[in-house]
């Protein structure tokens, strides 16, 4: 099982983190299109989420994540598909991910 640290550690030497990290197509492919229209890397577009998420969410968003969180044996990928689908919804990326990854 994989941290958050560790996929945001292997996104640094490669952009195969996103497979690591195991997260659903439909996200990953929105990724790709919203980091090609804001000309970086879909592990750039990644750190720059989890930043944002960090920065700028709004205490319903943490009370979001920390629920979603509770009782997961997979945080760091939980964790992960959150900060990346907030941030996708918050650039207003279409369309939206309907599936949710579970642990």
Same mark, same amino acid.
């Given at each position: 099982m994989?941290?958050?640290?560790?996929?945001? !550690?292997a996104?640094?030497?490669? $952009?195969?983190?996103?497979d690591?990290?195991? @997260?659903? /197509?439909? *996200?990953? #492919?929105?990724?790709?299109?919203?980091?090609?229209?804001?000309?970086?890397?879909?592990?750039?577009?990644?750190?720059?989420?989890? !930043?944002?998420?960090?920065?700028? $969410?709004?205490?319903?968003?943490?009370?979001? @994540?920390? /629920?979603? *969180?509770? #009782?997961?044996?997979d945080?760091?990928?939980?964790?992960?598909?959150?900060?990346?689908?907030?941030?996708?919804?918050?650039?207003? !990326?279409?369309?939206?991910?309907?599936?949710?990854?579970?642990?």
């Amino acid at each position: 099982m994989l941290t958050l640290g560790d996929i945001l !550690a292997a996104s640094r030497r490669s $952009a195969a983190a996103l497979d690591m990290a195991e @997260l659903p /197509s439909d *996200l990953v #492919d929105r990724v790709a299109a919203q980091a090609a229209a804001e000309a970086m890397s879909a592990a750039d577009y990644v750190r720059m989420a989890v !930043a944002d998420f960090a920065d700028f $969410a709004q205490p319903e968003d943490w009370t979001h @994540l920390l /629920s979603r *969180l509770r #009782d997961q044996l997979d945080a760091g990928r939980i964790c992960l598909w959150t900060m990346v689908k907030w941030r996708l919804d918050a650039a207003g !990326a279409a369309p939206p991910s309907k599936t949710e990854p579970t642990s």
